[in-house]
């Protein structure tokens, strides 16, 4: 089974600035204990990250029929992007919407997402954990129920 971690804006940041929200660990880091998950769990996590908004979208579009589960964390793009939510109600697969911070007791404009209305679930302010917890989700929702059957 599949599962794409994306990525979106100045994640790639993380573990350099404001420790007290994002925390110490590097994008690097997360992805490891991704990958090292995955490995425990037979996933095969790929683990992306970009800037772009049109490279997300492409991403999520070529995961259509071929990716069983995407976690994404669209960054800044979740409060603006139609287009990521667009691609995201294209998309076939089991999507959770993930935030290191809660949003929610964040400024006003970090209140609406985007991502919410396409998302099947959504983990918010856990810190960076939340990466790892979600593909343990993936793996437990694969062994138990068959919400992930249909890929
Ligand atoms: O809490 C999250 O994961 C966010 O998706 C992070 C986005 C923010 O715009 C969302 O409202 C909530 C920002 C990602 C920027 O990450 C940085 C990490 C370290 C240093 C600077 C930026």
């Known amino acids: 089974m599949k599962v794409h971690v994306i990525n979106g804006p100045n994640l790639n940041l993380l573990g350099t ?9 590097t994008l690097e880091d997360v ?4 990958r090292q998950l995955g490995e425990n ?3 095969d996590v790929l683990f992306l990250q ?5 490279q997300i979208v492409t991403w999520i579009q070529e995961a259509i029929n071929k990716v069983d589960a995407i976690v994404l964390n669209a960054g800044a793009y979740t409060h603006t992007s139609i287009a990521i939510h667009d691609a995201l109600r294209a998309y076939t697969g089991f999507v ?4 290191i911070s809660n949003p929610h007791l964040r400024e006003s404009f970090r209140h609406l997402s985007y991502v919410s ?13 939340g990466y790892e ?12 129920t068959t919400i992930l059957e249909s890929h």
């Open 50 to 54: 970009s800037n772009h908004e049109g």
């Open 117 to 129: 209305s396409a998302a099947n679930a959504v983990i918010a302010g856990l810190g960076v954990q």
């Open 133 to 144: 917890r979600s593909i343990e989700i993936i793996a437990q929702l694969r062994d138990q």
């Open 41 to 43: 769990n037979d996933l």
């Open 96 to 99: 959770i919407e993930l935030h």
């Open 31 to 34: 992805a490891n204990s991704c």
């Open 17 to 25: 600035r404001e420790p007290e929200i994002y925390g110490h660990d």
